[in-house]
């Protein structure tokens, strides 16, 4: 894709000696496209989680990347220094993680740990810090961010917490959020409220979103294009760049599911809509606009152990 925000391309990731097989990522190919909303989705093991934290430049020292390459905007993100990624880490690319209670600080209160991403960069003045909390607070639909911004995380509930971290992610306006498997522990209702806002928010500044996901369902919510990871391989397909989802190809068994899911996730939502009396917003009906895309990748490149 040409003019691709981000680009992986045919990536290995090895894990440690012992393991049961020798990469946790295999030629492992995607891209995103600014304003692009990207959905990796794949069973458990299949190596998501490690791709996003190759992209972060968080793999623990056991794991490293053997071959491939990560473009930011053309530059180079894989082999970098820890001191050149603290640069861009929050800034230019931000992480909402799948469990809220372990990544926040359990001993700083949220509002300090928002305020900590804009000092790390430098950015704000004090003053105007505390102004971006409240307005953080508020954007992603917390209640009373005067108060709320003294409390401690454990004071919150799953999905309040999941949308501080959002507002954490979001605090220095970066070009990508990656999101990895944010509604997981959530519970159906969080998880459409949660689904929703990435999706506003996603609207409103047009960045550019990953989403990783093993439920199918939540592909069909909220996929402009989908990424297929498999166990075993650990790889994922390239992404069919500016494919008309009308016309590009849907992968049989992932357009069963996904219809399946979405079908069961649409009568979920009428349920909950009932119960609340509370008509469905339209735009959290199933998309239908998943694209599969290749499950093996045409690289000449092969990992190197
Ligand atoms: N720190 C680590 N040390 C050793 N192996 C690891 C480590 N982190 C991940 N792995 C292995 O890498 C593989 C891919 O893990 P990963 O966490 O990326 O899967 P995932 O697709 O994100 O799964 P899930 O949907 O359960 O989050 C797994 O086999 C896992 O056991
Ligand atoms: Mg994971």
């Known amino acids: 894709m040409n003019n691709a925000l981000l680009e992986v391309r045919d990536l290995c990731v090895a894990l440690p000696s012992g393991a049961d097989r020798p990469f946790a990522v295999k030629n492992v ?33 056991a794991m490293k990347p053997k071959a491939g390459s990560i473009l930011f905007k053309g530059n180079e993100l894989l082999h970098q220094t820890e001191e050149q990624r603290l640069s861009w880490r929050g800034k230019d690319i931000g992480m909402i993680f799948q469990e809220p209670m372990s990544a926040l600080n359990p001993i700083m209160r949220v509002g300090e740990q928002i305020a900590e991403v804009m000092a790390e960069h430098g950015t704000h003045s004090d003053k105007a810090r505390q102004a971006r909390v409240l307005e953080l607070l508020a954007f992603v639909g917390l209640p009373d961010p005067e108060r709320l911004r003294h409390s401690y995380p454990f004071r919150l509930s799953g999905g309040q917490r999941q949308r501080v971290m959002i507002a954490m992610a979001l605090a220095l306006e ?9 509604t997981t522990a959530l519970d159906v209702t969080t998880q459409a409220q949660i689904l929703a806002l990435i999706k506003r928010i996603q609207h409103a500044m047009g960045m550019g979103v990953i989403f990783i996901t093993h ?34 190809s849907v992968h049989p ?20 809509s009932i119960a609340s009396g509370k008509k469905p917003a339209k735009d959290l009906y199933p998309c239908q606009r998943i694209v599969r895309q290749e499950a093996h990748t045409t690289s000449s490149q092969q990992c190197q152990l």
């Open 253 to 272: 068994a992932l357009d069963r599911r996904s219809s399946a899911f979405a079908r069961r996730r649409t009568k979920v939502w009428f349920r909950c």
């Open 215 to 248: 439920d199918f369902g939540v592909v069909a919510e909220i996929a402009d294009r989908s990424s297929h990871g498999e166990r075993n391989t650990g790889r994922a397909g390239a992404g069919a760049a500016g494919a008309e989802p009308a016309t590009a």
């Open 29 to 61: 190919s995607f891209s995103l496209a600014p304003g692009e909303i990207l959905c990796i989705v794949g069973e458990s093991g299949s190596g998501k989680s490690v791709s996003a934290n190759a992209i972060m430049g968080l793999l623990p020292d």
């Open 174 to 182: 970066p070009a990508i959020v990656i999101a990895d498997e944010p």
